[in-house]
T-cell receptor, first 111, second 112 residues
């Protein structure tokens, strides 16, 4: 099993550009989530999904979109990047109420 | 929703000392309390967890305790080693939300 994979590992964007952060898992987990990690702020939930076709907002959803067309994939879209979105983004998957398995992260810099 | 507070934000100890990190939660419906370790440049990884029907759980040098009445739980690391240096996160989840709420993290530094 590859576990949770994320691409790209690092990305630099200009303000206003759009991009998609990819996340995939091969553990057949129902639950998938996106977090952002900023210094002193811990892990903040952006969006999550409890199964294919079902998504919901977390604590900090503004400026981000998600979709879940398959069990395996949960991409995160930045529609118009802003410097405030400079962060490290983690994708996680799990079976709900159990262990979360995290990907290696995507480091995003918005200039 | 659930609110998880974690203290301290930074903890510095000498190798061989014990380290204790404490968390409190607000939702009495929470019943699963995992702890994650995040090494530099990596994603968090589960190191130990505890459920609400258990008061204490041990795994070699690490242990977690849970006080449901007071709504707090703690991570104890004994005989710390330099490789224990990392950021540690507590979390809580339960029947109201299966998506865990995380504390803000504790940066543990173990000096050789």
């Amino acid at each position: 099993n590859a576990g949770v994979t994320q691409t790209p590992k690092f990305q630099v964007l200009k303000t206003g550009q759009s991009m998609t952060l990819q996340c995939a898992q091969d553990m057949n987990h129902e639950y998938m989530s996106w977090y952002r990690q900023d210094p002193g702020m811990g892990l903040r939930l952006i969006h999550y999904s409890v199964g294919a076709g079902i998504t919901d907002q977390g604590e900090v959803p503004n400026g981000y979109n998600v979709s879940r067309s398959t069990t395996e994939d949960f991409p995160l879209r930045l529609l118009s990047a802003a410097p405030s979105q400079t962060s490290v983004y983690f994708c996680a998957s799990g079976t709900g109420g159990e262990t979360q398995y995290f990907g290696p992260g995507t480091r995003l810099l918005v200039l | 929703g659930e609110n998880v507070e974690q203290h301290p934000s930074t903890l510095s100890v000498q190798e061989g000392d014990s380290a204790v990190i404490k968390c409190t939660y607000s939702d009495s419906a929470s019943n699963y309390f995992p702890w994650y370790k995040q090494e530099l440049g990596k994603g968090p990884q589960l190191i130990i967890d505890i459920r609400s029907n258990v008061g204490e759980k041990k795994d070699q040098r690490i242990a977690v305790t849970l006080n449901k009445t007071a709504k707090h739980f703690s991570l104890h690391i004994t005989e710390t080693q330099p490789e224990d240096s990392a950021v540690y996160f507590c979390a809580a989840s339960g029947t109201r939300s299966y998506i865990p709420t995380f504390g803000r993290g504790t940066s543990l530094i173990v000096h050789p």
